[in-house]
């Protein structure tokens, strides 16, 4: 069973950086497939970002770019690196793992197994 647990969500103004931590099971990270996703109010929850265990990384075209993605293994801590954010950027974001290593797969809600409970992002004009 993973355990996921996101933090560091904010309100800034348009232009502005967060990032966004997202506290894992042990090992999770050598097993498991991770990813960012995110939903707006009326929105589709999209997928942003992704990483497998060999460290291959993936972008939507939407933040490409601005968002960045990476693992540290020694504190079993996904993090997602959002900069020059814009208003459309506002969403819940949640990280979640996957078991496939698929890249075809890796920004699909569907694919994904394990969820943690969302973090707010809130970008004002």
């Known amino acids: 069973q993973v355990v996921l647990v996101e933090s560091g969500g904010g309100s800034v103004q348009a232009g502005g950086s967060l990032r966004l931590s997202c506290v894992a099971s042990p090992d999770t990270f050598t097993t498991y497939s991770m990813a960012w996703f995110r939903q707006g109010p009326g929105k589709e929850r999209e997928g942003v970002a992704y990483?497998?265990?060999?460290?291959?990384?993936g972008y939507s075209d939407s933040v490409k770019g601005r968002f960045t993605i990476a693992v540290n293994n020694a504190e079993n801590t996904l993090y997602l690196e959002i900069n020059s954010l814009k208003p459309e950027d506002s969403a819940l974001y949640y990280c979640?793992?996957?078991?496939?290593?698929?890249?075809?797969?890796?920004?699909?809600?569907?694919?994904?197994?394990?969820w943690g409970q969302g973090t707010q992002v809130t970008v004002s004009s």
């Open positions: 979640a793992a996957t078991r496939t290593w698929d890249r075809f797969w890796l920004l699909s809600p569907p694919h994904f197994s394990a």
């Open positions: 990483i497998r265990p060999d460290d291959v990384a």
